[in-house]
């Protein structure tokens, strides 16, 4: 098992948590239940599947989370660019938000490497 907290992509990917919950509570009231809660399971799967995959007991299981992982990633920036395109959020706010996510997914990607292709 891994120590999920001490690991930079689960760190990352919670203070983006921080920053996708500021920006959608500004959405409208309408996409409560709609795309502001996708979107806030989105980026709250990131760091989850992360500390999950964790405490499995295999590394390739750790390597299937670290993949949901990376795939709730793109799901999260396709919703955000949704968001942008319903003018929910600008297009500054979009580009500071996916100059978050890019790192982490490039983490993520680099991390599940590692773990399906030791050296």
């Known amino acids: 098992m891994h120590n999920f907290k001490e690991l930079k992509i689960w760190q990352e990917s919670r203070k983006l948590c921080k920053l996708v919950y500021q920006t959608t509570k500004h959405f409208p009231d309408s996409e409560k239940f709609g795309l502001t809660s996708q979107i806030r399971r989105a980026v709250v799967s990131i760091p989850s599947n992360i500390a999950e995959g964790a405490g499995r007991k295999s590394t390739k299981d750790f390597a299937n989370f670290i ?3 990376l ?11 949704i968001a942008s395109d319903l003018e929910f959020i600008s297009e500054d706010e979009l580009n500071r938000l996916l100059d978050e996510l ?3 997914q490039k983490m993520i990607n680099k ?5 399906t292709n030791p050296s």
């Open 71 to 81: 795939g709730s990633s793109y799901e999260l920036e396709t919703q955000l660019r």
């Open 67 to 69: 993949s949901y992982s």
């Open 111 to 115: 991390f599940y490497n590692h773990l």
């Open 102 to 104: 890019y790192p982490i």
